[in-house]
């Protein structure tokens, strides 16, 4: 989980008050709102905030809205998270402030909204948030492990010693791997970025070029020795550099694209170029109507090689005609109001040339009469144009409302530029091999085109198993290890890359949890140990209505649970390669299901091997897709 302070902004409707526009935005679409230390309900909040506030007027921004959020991995229960929201607040202090906490469940990832009262409401003085960022993720580690759940990668590093856990920082190596990643183009997109695509509606520039472009075009910034050759290397995409404010962007000649320079890579920002070329100077050839040469050196801008979403003419069109129709009923409504202000400055000149300052009861009643008249024609053209210079649902929303895929893309735009590069150039901005790191690469191999060299028999069980078995993009296979809610508490990751020809198992996240592998309402279901197992097992029976379950050692009672309830009513069968009679595992999963046959694997070379033999009987109407087709394997007398 992770925790933030929302940055307080100046909006008309919470001048009055500051806390009511953001206890009603976060209570009116949430399943679950709680009150604590207020009487009544969310709508009585507002006026008890505020009483609470004249308690220390002095207090510039009372109202604090944070946010707690968790991975689309877990599942927190609604209660789970109001007690994680009021464990936070009661570890920063908060515990007597008054506050409004709401349950939001309208993206992948669940989160809370906390509104808090920093003045308290009985000694009036005011929370210190000093340091929120650092104290939020302290509290967040904290409460993550008094909750059992998995810890996310945060700014620092955590140590579990006698006085609990603490944060220390992290290495200079991580300091030194972030700058290279900026030299490289590959930082986070910027929140101004994400402000001018939510304004504007059309991506920004970055996402619309591909990865090969963009190391191309860094790499001709970056060994440029002129200005000229700046400009030249990007009209070869119909770019331009161009100044804005105190730094420069590269922006598309045509539309509207654009991005900051310095994210194309450290060396290409402002002021590194004018360090090494020399003052900025614009591009002689822009008022060129004539289409440059292509580069021959410039690789093909094709929508294939995109890692990121590359939006076609069909998806800019109706944004463009949606920007179009905008700007133009916007320009229609000022110039009506610009031609009502003229009608009206017109018409009281005229009837002060006529009364001539008189006073008279009928000079008054007349002037009433056209204020009135003035104020009702104002009136009218406001309720014409009413929400018409607000930010209506653009075209890019809805086109990733429409294709969830393409929100994805938007959703994970980093995390794919830097698989793209990476793709291109090995080892660019490689990420340890953390839970964040592998919950990033399972949301995101489906957005990726899977170039791993994988054999064709376990690209067909990645595609058969898309929920169960996905590929990091490296050559390795990623399988979720889930609790009884389907809430994914970690990753084993099978790395077929050995050299010496042996697969290894390596595990990220909690301990425990179990591997489910097919359809959950298969009848047949085979229990098998590890994910090396699991992933053979998968391979061999892709295609067929058998649910395989992976154990591993870390076998506890919430597992025992979960394995009992995915069982009942199930064909079960337990298979192992090693010594049934010998294994305590085996023996612990048969003593829990009494009704399940034991099988020996034969695997060859201790490597990933597939089983030789199936387990389990089909029923007879099944007897056509049954399991018994191949060689069953000889069960062992458990006795």
């Known amino acids: 989980m992770i925790a933030k302070v929302c940055p307080n902004l100046r909006r008309t409707e919470t001048l009055g008050c500051p806390f009511g526009g953001r206890i009603a935005y976060i209570s009116r679409k949430a399943v679950l709102v709680r009150c604590i230390n207020l009487c009544g309900v969310w709508q009585d909040a507002r006026e008890q905030m505020q009483i609470t506030h004249g308690l220390n007027d002095g207090v510039r921004h009372p109202a604090t809205h944070i946010v707690v959020s968790w991975p689309e991995t877990e599942r927190p229960s609604n209660e789970a998270m109001i007690n994680a929201a009021r464990l936070v607040m009661i570890d920063i202090g908060a515990a007597s402030h008054q506050m409004v906490i709401a349950v939001h469940r309208d993206r992948p990832n669940p989160h809370v909204h906390v509104v808090l009262n920093r003045v308290h409401p009985i000694t009036g003085k005011a929370l210190s948030l000093w340091q929120d960022y650092a104290r939020l993720e302290l509290v967040c580690r904290r409460v993550e492990a008094r909750m059992g759940w998995n810890a996310d990668r945060g700014r620092f590093d955590i140590e579990s010693g006698d006085e609990g856990i603490t944060l220390v920082p992290k290495p200079k190596a991580h300091w030194r791997a972030k700058v290279r990643d900026r030299a490289l183009g590959l930082r ?117 090689e995109a890692a990121l979403v590359t939006l076609t003419s069909k998806f800019l069109q109706p944004i463009l005609g949606k920007q179009r129709q905008q700007q133009k009923t916007r320009l229609e409504a000022r110039e009506a109001q610009r031609r009502l202000s003229q009608a009206q400055a017109a018409e009281k000149a005229a009837v002060r040339q006529i009364l001539r300052g008189s006073k008279s009861p009928m000079a008054q009643a007349l002037r009433q009469v056209m204020h009135e008249q003035h104020k009702m024609a104002r009136h009218q053209l406001r309720s014409a144009t009413q929400g018409i210079h607000r930010r209506a649902a653009l075209p890019l929303d809805a086109i990733a409302q429409a294709h969830p895929q393409e929100a994805a893309r938007r959703r994970y735009r980093d995390i794919l530029r830097r698989s793209g590069n990476r793709g291109i150039n090995d080892g660019i901005g490689s990420t340890p091999g953390d839970l964040t790191s592998a919950r990033q690469a399972w949301f995101t191999a489906p957005l990726r085109t899977q170039n791993s060299g994988l054999p064709s028999t376990l690209r067909d069980a990645i595609a058969g198993y898309a929920d169960d078995i996905r590929g990091d993009g490296e050559g390795d296979i990623l399988l979720p290890r889930r609790r009884k809610d389907e809430s994914i508490v970690g990753f084993t990751r099978i790395d077929l890359t050995q050299s010496a020809g042996r697969s290894s198992l390596a595990h990220y996240g909690a301990p425990g949890g179990l591997i489910v592998i097919g359809p959950r309402d298969a009848i047949t279901c085979l229990i098998v140990r590890d994910g090396m197992a699991a992933l053979a097992t998968a391979v061999r029976l892709q295609g067929q209505p058998v649910l395989i379950i992976g154990v591993s050692d870390q076998f506890g009672p919430a597992e025992a649970a979960h394995l009992q309830r995915l069982t009942k009513g199930r064909d079960i069968t337990i298979g192992s390669a090693s010594d049934i009679e010998k294994d305590a595992l085996i023996t612990r999963l048969k003593d829990l299901i009494p009704s399940a046959k034991l099988v020996r694997w034969q695997v060859e070379d201790g490597s990933a091997t597939i089983p030789r033999g199936q387990a389990g009987e089909s029923r007879p109407a099944e007897r056509s897709n049954s399991l018994t087709k191949r060689p069953e394997p000889k069960p062992q007398n458990s006795e």
């Open 188 to 304: 986070p997109t910027p929140d101004a970025a994400r402000a001018l695509e939510r304004r504007s509606g059309l991506p920004i520039l970055y996402d619309i070029l591909a990865p090969r472009v963009q190391i191309w075009l860094r790499h001709r910034l970056e060994t440029a020795k002129s200005w000229q050759e700046v400009h030249s290397a990007l009209r070869t995409y119909d770019l331009r550099y161009i100044l804005y404010r105190s730094g420069a962007r590269i922006s598309h000649r045509v539309r509207s694209w654009q991005v900051a320079a310095s994210q194309l890579g450290t060396a290409c920002g402002l002021r590194k170029l004018q360090q090494r070329i020399g003052t900025f100077v614009p591009d002689l050839n822009a008022g060129n109507t004539t289409t440059a040469l292509p580069d021959p050196t410039a690789p093909a801008h094709g929508h294939a």
